[in-house]
């Protein structure tokens, strides 16, 4: 048996009923092989056993006071996985299926991703069961202020900074920001993806998604192609499906189909970004009503049915594993070429192994989606730094860094044996600062 495959061994059987956390530690470690050949001395420094722990793990008890009067009491959770190459950084998931396993694969997938962006932030990530979705905002800040007010001691503008992710957006960060300063008495940069009033930067809302679009342009840029006159499906209809989508059009894209958790809309003329914003930003309202203000729209009552729609490009902004084999296999069979990852982990193993094989562009959520966590470092920059960059700055900034990310993963990619390989190139350049940092610091 290998150094890797006894550390995965081991690594399943003392974290026992964390699917999640297995499936995205086996797709790191079994790619990362070439690099951990190469260095014998990882496994005599226990190196990657201490990258599949986290450094820290924060588990509380959030009790908070519904309209009704009633007392919920919901889990919350900050996993401080590896500060390596910086402070913990990672953003803060509000749904009901969060658990343990699901805030530990996340954690341990931002590691390498906050690396790939080429600054200096570590790896977190954090989140809780309460779901957002129907909750008044007045419940929705008595449950912030309770999350807050045990978070508060383990986070800081130099030690942890949490931002949003599914379930926190604007409304969420402002609630948390508001409490941690009348606890701390400190208007520092302890949280990202701040309104522009208090601290935060252009850009941070766009930024996922724009990123995701910058990225898969060079993609498309190296095979002599780009975006114009291509159909392009998106699933989710959140913060990083939105701006893709606006991204995407921008550069002559044609979007066909979007979905929420309830299902999806099939617009054959292109989606009208405004009437989506209006339906899920403004009125937090269901997709479905889409189908009802547009003429010549669909609504399917299920998520599923989206990957049957043909298109060229396939970009998954929703959640973890919402595209297994068989979405793969029928996206392969209906032409698709290039799948770029906006949300984290859309894609089953299986699913990659299907892209793999058929020759398709696979663009995984470490790089594809790291223009999220590249803005929330411009911003702590900009906090720190006490200055205010333009929108075309950071924008600026934000695209060179999606470009470069492309170029390291591909390079990664060619120097490993594996061309075109983006899962491989990703983890092992993301890996590569990490274990040589973790290996200057010693045993710690
Ligand atoms: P939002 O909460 O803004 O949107 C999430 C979207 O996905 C909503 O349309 C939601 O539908 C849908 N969705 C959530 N769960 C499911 C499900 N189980 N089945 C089907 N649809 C679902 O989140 P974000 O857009 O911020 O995040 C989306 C993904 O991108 C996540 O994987 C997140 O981790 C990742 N990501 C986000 C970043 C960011 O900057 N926001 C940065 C990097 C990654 P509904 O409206 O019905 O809830």
Redesign the pocket.
């Known amino acids: 048996m290998t150094y890797i495959e006894r550390v995965l061994e081991n690594l399943k059987k003392r974290n026992p009923n964390e699917p999640e956390f297995h499936q995205a530690a086996t797709e790191i470690l079994t790619t990362i092989a070439p690099v951990v050949d190469k260095h014998p001395e990882y496994e005599a420094a226990g190196l990657l056993e201490r990258f599949t722990e986290p450094e820290r793990v924060i588990m509380f008890r959030v009790p908070w006071v519904d309209d009704s009067g009633k007392v919920n009491v919901n889990k919350g959770y900050r996993v401080q996985f590896n500060s390596a190459i910086g402070p913990y950084k990672g ?1 803060l ?1 509000f ?1 009901p ?1 969060v658990n343990l396993s699901i805030i530990k694969f ?1 954690g341990l997938e931002q590691i390498l ?1 906050n690396s790939l962006t080429g600054l200096p932030i570590g790896g977190g990530k954090g989140g809780s069961d309460f779901d957002p ?1 129907g909750k008044s905002d007045r419940e929705v800040m008595a449950f912030c202020q309770s999350f807050m007010t045990e978070l508060y001691r383990h986070i800081g503008a130099d030690t942890d900074v949490p ?7 604007g409304r969420e960060i402002g609630y948390l920001f508001g409490q941690y300063k009348r606890i701390r008495d400190e208007h520092v940069g302890v949280l990202t ?1 701040r309104g522009l009033s208090y601290g935060g930067s252009l850009v ?1 809302t766009e ?3 724009f990123g995701l679009i910058y990225i898969t342009e060079e993609a498309l840029k190296m095979r002599g192609d780009s975006f114009k006159g291509k159909t392009v499906v998106i ?8 701006y893709a989508c606006s991204k995407a059009q921008s550069l002559g894209a044609k979007v066909v189909a ?5 299902g999806y809309v099939y617009d054959p003329d292109g989606i009208k970004l405004d009437i989506i914003k209006d339906i ?1 930003e403004v009125k ?1 309202g ?2 479905k009503e889409y189908a009802e203000r547009v003429k010549g729209a669909k609504y399917f009552d299920n ?1 599923k049915g989206i990957w049957q729609i043909p298109c060229d490009i396939a970009l998954p ?4 594993n ?1 595209i297994d084999e068989n979405d793969a296999a029928a996206l392969v069979k209906n032409g698709v070429k290039y799948v770029a990852e ?5 894609s089953t193993l299986e699913a990659i192994e299907v892209f793999r094989k058929n020759g398709v562009v696979f663009l995984p ?1 470490k790089a594809a ?5 590249a ?2 470092a411009l911003e702590m920059a900009q906090s720190s730094g006490r200055m205010f960059w333009t929108f075309e700055e950071v924008d600026k900034k934000l695209k060179n860094i999606m470009i470069d990310i492309y170029h390291n993963i591909d390079d990664a990619a060619k120097e490993y044996g594996h061309e075109g390989d983006y899962v491989l190139g990703a983890n092992i350049a993301g890996f590569v600062k990490v274990a040589t940092a973790m290996m200057a610091h010693g045993v710690v």
């Open positions: 953003g998931r749904h299926s996340l991703k979705k931002a949003g992710d599914i379930g926190v957006g993806g941070r930024a996922t998604g699933s989710g209809s959140g913060n990083v499906a939105i979007m979905y929420d958790s309830n899920k937090r269901r997709i998520c902004c929703a959640t973890q919402e906006g949300a984290n982990m859309p959520a989606n790291a223009g999220g966590v803005t929330s």
